[in-house]
């Protein structure tokens, strides 16, 4: 909906019935965040402008995602800036996020959705405005498929042009699974993008997990990725390695690439192997976790290896106290920085009604090259939560943000949530 | 297609194959229900502290919220997403996920310090460094344009 109020309007008057009617129909589920914010930026002539955007989020659900049956989901969100600064490009903005009918014969029967929806599978991970389908062609087989438009508005017109197409045949043995896709980019430039990918699943013996995927670029007929990971237990400790391997020009090319960040990384021969992992262990109410990352590159000869430390507490009525410390400890000393966080959640305050909580989180980065000339930067956050009746929550939250993009940065935001449709913001959130 | 591809994706598939074979003799899976049977607490869950690790042909170990659950939940999801929905709605998911979000995840949701929401504190400084050690992890959510309409005002079109 972007540059277009109509669609913001349809959303606010979908959420009508269900904030007059809350018991509408069992089987709607409607929300709505209201997020006021403000905060100050600096204009394109370095004035100070303070900023009051009114976001609104809408939400409409029919039916469960996976259930049997027509189902209906749509969620989107706008915005309009109620100061009168020119810092935003747009007065007003916003975007259907998706927006679809599904329809499931049984349960984990056959299903079909059409309309704007994100396509999660196999190789795909996008939105389109299209059809997709899924549907068990035997006990053990599964067949998927979707095509459309990428999901964007008049504004990227080259990205309107293309046709995205994919499938996916996956193989579930119950305890192992095992998929091949394939999906193409059509109109796309300088030519059409081809993938083929493979995932995989299994509980091996020793109740081991193994997990990933590769996918093959068939334009340039080489891999781009490898991502694989194993998960076991030991006692109480939860053991995760990983393993990726990318192929820079195959995995970023020019076909199926039009974002500016990334794009120089294509025409690179450059290979990133990605090798370590993570290890928990949790005994109510203590949870410590240790995570390590080798980053090394092959055509720079360069490695960064990110390590992290975590602590978490978290008492009887769900209160929480949790810490962490990161360091990125880089062959090139601007990748360097070390990070410090602690975050607090507290329920059941003497001063505090019973339905409300307080929330904090600060963050310290210490840079080991200065940005911008700053060599650290702070962040805290305090927010207040209170709960009502079930579906509806009203937040307080202050932020203070200092570093290399801002010198004193204050902001706020009152957000209202209602759910009338979970009657339990906390377990279906 | 150059040699070393074709063997590469002969021995995926075989692999594929001994793993399958590895597998194959435990019992089927029936699914998952629509919904959690009970409700669950307002923290983390962790499968495994009612569940055995992958009792019941189900891998309960691979949905345990642990700490590092957010940055890791990419393999889960892609091959688990009915058990993702046993208890998330879709719209959970396009918090992060939905496209083109102008606002990030940890100012839409500030009080929920315990999810380590992508982009807290300062990243805008502390994202030059994690963007050159790991280009990847950015390219999955910003790899297309109107997902890098941030990234346009300094890195340009």
Known sequence: MHKNPILFITLILLLLPATSFPAL???WDLSSETIIRTNERQDAEDKDNLLFPAYEYLTADYGRPLAAGLTFHAHGWGRHDLSGSDVFDDKSDGELLYGY???????????VKL??????????DERIDGMSLQSPISQWMTLSAYGGAPAVDSTYDDRREQRVYGSRMGVNLGNAETGVSYQTTQNSEPEDDKKLGVDLYAILPADIIFSGFSSLNLVSSAWAEHSY?????????NIKPMYQRIQFQDLFDEGSLKSSPFRFLGETDEVLTVAGGDVSWQRQPIEIGAQVKNYAYDQKSEANIYSAGFLNWTAENLSELSLECGLMNGDAPQNRFILG???VKVYSLPLLPQQGHLSGDIIYVTYNEPIYEQKDSITAV??????FRDMFEIIISGDYSKGPYFDQDVGASLILVYDGGSGDLGVQP | MRKGTIQGLILLVLFSIMLVACAVFRAKDGGVPESHPIPLEMNRPQCTDCHDKTDEAFPYIKFNHDVFYLENHRVPALTGKSTCYMCHQEKF????HGGRLELKPS?????????RMPHRGDYLARHQIEGRVNPVSCYRCHGNPETAERCVKCHGK
Request: proline share 5%; with cysteine.
């Open chain 1, 115 to 124: 309309g704007r929806q994100s396509v999660f599978t196999g190789l795909m």
């Open chain 1, 101 to 111: 009918l599904g329809y499931t014969f049984a349960p984990g029967g056959p299903g």
């Open chain 1, 229 to 237: 990971e194993l998960q076991f237990m030991v006692k109480e400790i």
């Open chain 1, 382 to 387: 305090l927010s207040y939560s209170h709960r």
């Open chain 1, 341 to 343: 966080r602690t975050g």
């Open chain 2, 93 to 96: 998911c396009a918090e992060c």
């Open chain 1, 25 to 27: 129909d069992n089987q």
């Open chain 2, 107 to 115: 100012l839409r949701k500030p009080a929920d310090v315990d999810r």
